[in-house]
């Protein structure tokens, strides 16, 4: 059974930089087809920050391009999101999102799987 894995969240001032990671572990012949970095601030609705397809097709939204760099690893099943220039308005529970497929032949499935999130604290 497949399950993501995230790390790297923690406090930092602002104008520094963290790096998230989240690796999509277990299942036979794993494929993931998408992955999403998601954050949900206090009080605020779950939004997509950062995303990228199994042929390199990559968006974010407007509040962090050029900050952050959404990056995968096919042969590994991962995906990294690199955030400089932190700001206090990055502050949320990060999470990672796999839409994918797992196993073999006939017993191959689609998965759509969360993160446990991790704590992004911008603060001075």
């Known amino acids: 059974q497949v399950q993501l894995v995230e790390s790297g969240g923690g406090l930092v001032q602002p104008g520094e930089s963290l790096r998230l990671s989240c690796a999509a572990s277990?299942?036979?012949?794993?494929?993931?087809?998408?992955w999403g970095w998601y954050r949900q601030a206090p009080g605020q609705q779950r939004e997509l920050v950062a995303s990228?397809?199994?042929?390199?097709?990559?968006k974010y939204t407007d509040s962090v391009k050029g900050r952050f760099t959404i990056d995968s690893d096919r042969a590994k099943n991962t995906v990294d999101l690199q955030m400089n220039s932190l700001d206090f308005y990055d502050t949320a529970v990060y999470f990672c999102?796999?839409?994918?497929?797992?196993?073999?032949?006939?017993?191959?499935?689609?998965?759509?799987?969360w993160g446990q999130g991790t704590q992004v604290t911008v603060s001075s």
């Open positions: 999102n796999a839409r994918g497929a797992s196993g073999w032949g006939p017993n191959r499935r689609d998965f759509d799987l």
């Open positions: 277990g299942g036979t012949d794993t494929s993931v087809y998408l």
């Open positions: 990228i397809t199994l042929g390199n097709d990559i």
